[in-house]
Structures are given as C-alpha cells and as structure tokens.
C-alpha cells in the first residue's frame, strides 16, 4: 500500500507547488479552509515556489482571505524551480502528496512528476492537456507502481466532474442494467450503459485566467503529435456492448437542452476514456460509451464562436500567430481569457452545470438484440469552475488520498481521477463542498 503517513524526514502532508500562480493563490486558501480534514484532524502542509517574496504574499493574502489572523506560523516555505532539479528533489522528499499548480503543463510538469517517482511522493495536478497526460501515463506508470506512488492527473475542473460524473451516472443506474456477456472464455458481468449527452452550461460572469489559455494555445498547436503518442500505446478499440453511441455532429440543436451545441474540445473525453479503459482492464467490466458536447447558445453566439474559432485555428499554426494569441487573450478570445483573470465578485456569480443523458438496457433485454430501453439523467452542478470548483477538487482529491488508502488502486501508477477514486468516497466529500452529483428522473430539458 502507499506511504500516506508524514514522518520526520517527510514532515508535510501537503506541498502546494506554484502557490503563488493565480489558480495556486486559491488552492492555498482551500487547503487553508480544510486543515481539520486531515488525517486526524490535522494537515501539516507548506507551499513551494520559485520566489520566496511572492509566497509570503500569498500566505498574508490567503490569512486576510479568511479573516485568520496569519497562516505565516503554521504554514512552511519551500523554494523550488522547476530549472533546478535538486531543489524539485529536495521538496518533493518533504511531501506526501505535492498539489502541482505549476503549468502549462507541457512546459513545466515533467520534471515535477519525475521527482516525485524518484522520492516518493503522490502528485496531482490540474492539467487539461491531453498530451501531457498522455504522455506522463506511457513515462512513468510502471517507475510509478515500482516506487508505490500515485500520479493523478487532471484533479480540477478538467476533468473530476466528467470523470466521477460518468461513474456515478453508471452506478446509478441499478436496476436496469445487468446482463451477462459471454466473451471468448471469460464470463463476466456487464453494466451497459451508453451516455448519449453531455452538457455544460456555466453562467459566467467572469473569465478564465491567461495561464490556462497559454495552456490551451500551445496544446492545440501541438494536437498532431497526441495521434502518433496514442499509437505507441498500442490499444486495442475499447469493447461495445449493445448499441454504438452515434456521434452528433460539429453543430448541432439540441432538444435536450434547447441550444446550439457543439462537440466539448477540452481534455475531458481523453481523461473519460482512460478511465474506461481501465475499467476494462483492471475490473474486466463493459465501458460507458461517452460522447462530450456544449451548450453555446443562440445563433448570436455562434456566430462569433465561428469567427473566433477560424482565427484561432489559422493563428495558432504559426509561431508569430501564437505570439499574438498570448499577447492579447481578451480580444482574440471575445473576453472568455483575460491577463487578470477573473475577480471575487465575478466568480461569486458564476456556476457550471454537467447533464448526463445515459441509455441503458433492462435486465430483459438483451443488448445484442435490440435498442436500449432504459434511461438515466443526472447533474453535476458547482461553484465557478476555474478558481472555486478546480480548488475544491484537487484538495478533496489530496484528501480522499491522505484519509482512504485502503480503497485506492493496490499498486501505485500514472492514473486518472475515475480510476484511482472510484472506490473512495471523493463524490460525498465532494457533495459536501458544494459539487453536486445529482440524479434526475425525469427527462425534461435544463433551464
Ligand atoms: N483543470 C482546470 O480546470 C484548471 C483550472 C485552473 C487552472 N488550470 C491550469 O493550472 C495551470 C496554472 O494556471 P494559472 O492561471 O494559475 O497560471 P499562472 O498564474 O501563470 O501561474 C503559474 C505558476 O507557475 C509558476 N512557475 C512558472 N515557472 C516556474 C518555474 N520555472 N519554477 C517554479 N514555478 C514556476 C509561477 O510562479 P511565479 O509566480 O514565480 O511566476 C506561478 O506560480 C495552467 O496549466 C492551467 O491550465 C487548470
């Protein structure tokens, strides 16, 4: 089982690494709020990087955040840069588990993940680029379950409501699903279930902050190296039972949720299927088929979504287009990505909502017979997502690790929220900090 205890050479739960970034400054303020959540009661924890000054700041602004006199005494200071190896070493040697805030990912988050495997602490991250993700998962899953450590990835907003949503859409489904499913020699259980929809509807008030566009900008540049990446995996196609999700178009009106909708472009279907796929492998259970779409609105909105997207994709091919995007996110991306990011009062009045639209088959029907007969719908709804939801997750993700070993995966490894939380209870704790997973019996659309 994996080391969970914090001794004397390894005196913190938690490191925050990148505290001093604009989504790191609230990961310490959560973590800050949820102390008595720590195994007995208590969390010991620092936050780490490179300038001591900033993270001073960060530790008098998060004390003024929450009305605490000082977090100064109870909190340690580590310097750590990810240019300097040693001092990446030396931190993660500290640490039972370090919260990596430090992106974009593709730049700075290898050297991160491996001096953690190489002492022996868990690592999580908030990355949405696949190719990173990828990518850590072919390098270090097998040094990762030498040296008994968990990597998870994507512990944020992208993609714990995706991921965990779909598991929970399955496990709701009782009742419905069970059928046997003869497959060469194995006989096993299978729980069908296709998830025809997906929606995401976020009244935003606000924007998201600059280094999650860099993020996606030099992510979309790169998008033709994640194919020959997959390859190298050399996965077979994952089992279908039953009917075969039809993929919905580029644009498409969705009665469902009566609005223009478009395939979602984030890293959710990646980190989703991941997850499938081990389900597959380590559970030897029938994957949810998932396909991931978006709300965008009326035709207004398209219209400029459209010009955006035509603009961004002719840009972000050329180095000097790539410039320009970074130089100027609010004008290129019509407001959504500011230098600033969003303020306190903005993300107050923002929330995002997930719909799950899930088909399934009746314990009388035989999914190679016909069409699914069951149905499911469930929500998973929270506070703003990039800066209250994203905190929220990787620190209830850090906690589930430090409080529930003994229902994580038995050996350590590269692995995605749905596969190393899918026995714990990270949805409760997560319904208790205000992500909600929900189930809807009926089918009527979302307002
Ligand atoms: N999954 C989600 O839903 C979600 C939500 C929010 C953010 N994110 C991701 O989180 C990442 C950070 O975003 P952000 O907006 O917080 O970016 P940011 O404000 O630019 O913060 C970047 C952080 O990285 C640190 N850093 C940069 N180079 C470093 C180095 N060589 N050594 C040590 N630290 C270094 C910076 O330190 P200095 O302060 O010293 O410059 C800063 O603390 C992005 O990848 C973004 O996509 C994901």
Not at 42 to 47: E, F, G, M, Q
Not at 208 to 221: C, E, L, M, N, R
Not at 226 to 255: D, E, I
Not at 318 to 332: A, C, D, Q, T
Request: glycine share 10%.
């Amino acid at each position: 089982m994996a080391c969970v205890e914090t001794s004397s050479s390894r005196p913190y739960h938690l490191v925050v690494f990148g505290a001093s970034g604009f989504t790191g400054q609230f990961v310490v303020e959560e973590v800050a709020r949820t102390v008595s959540e720590g195994p007995k009661g208590n969390l010991k924890w620092a936050v780490a990087g490179r300038s001591r000054q900033k993270l001073e700041k960060v530790l008098e602004q998060a004390a003024g955040a929450l009305s605490k006199p000082e977090l100064r005494t109870e909190v340690d200071i580590i310097v750590a840069d990810v240019g300097e190896p040693d001092s990446l070493a030396a931190m993660c040697k500290q640490a039972v588990i370090v919260l990596n805030c430090v992106g974009p990912y593709r730049f700075y988050g290898e050297p991160v993940v491996k001096a953690c495997v190489e002492n022996g602490a868990h690592h999580i991250d908030l990355c949405g680029e696949p190719q990173f993700l990828e990518g850590m998962q072919l390098n270090y899953d097998s040094q990762a379950a030498e040296k008994g450590v968990y990597i998870v990835g994507s512990c944020g907003f992208d993609s714990i409501p995706a991921d965990m949503g779909v598991l929970y859409t399955r496990d709701q489904f009782k009742g419905i699903i069970i059928s046997t499913c003869s497959k060469k020699e194995n006989l096993f259980f299978t729980k069908t279930l296709i998830l025809i929809y997906i929606y995401m509807k976020s009244t935003f008030g606000g924007c998201i902050h600059d280094g999650t566009w860099q993020s996606a900008v030099y992510g979309f540049a790169d998008s033709q190296k994640l194919q020959s990446l997959r390859r190298k995996f050399n996965h077979k196609p994952l089992p279908v039972v039953g009917s075969k999700l039809k993929r919905r178009g580029a644009l498409f009106y969705s009665n469902e949720i009566q609005q223009y909708t478009v395939p979602f472009m984030g890293s959710d279907p990646s980190v989703v299927k991941r997850t499938q796929r081990f389900v597959v492998e380590e559970h030897q259970a029938t994957p949810v088929q998932y396909g991931a779409y978006a709300g965008v609105g009326g035709i207004g909105n398209i219209i400029k979504m459209m010009f955006a997207g035509i603009m961004f994709w002719f840009l972000v091919k050329f180095s000097f287009g790539r410039n320009l995007l970074i130089k100027y996110p609010e004008f290129f991306s019509f407001g959504l990505f500011s230098k600033a990011g969003p303020t306190r009062k903005q993300m107050e009045g923002s929330s995002f909502q997930f719909a799950f639209y899930g088909e399934g088959y009746t314990e009388e029907q035989d999914p190679s017979q016909g069409k699914p007969n069951g149905k499911i719908r469930t929500l998973v709804q929270g506070p703003e997502c990039g800066y209250v939801a994203t905190p929220i997750a990787m620190v209830q993700a850090a906690l589930t690790i430090l409080n529930e070993s003994t229902a994580l995966p038995k050996k350590g490894g590269v692995y995605t929220p749905g596969a190393v939380f899918a026995k714990t209870t990270l949805i409760d704790r997560l319904n208790k900090h205000g992500i909600q997973f929900s189930q809807k019996n009926t089918q009527s659309g979302l307002r």
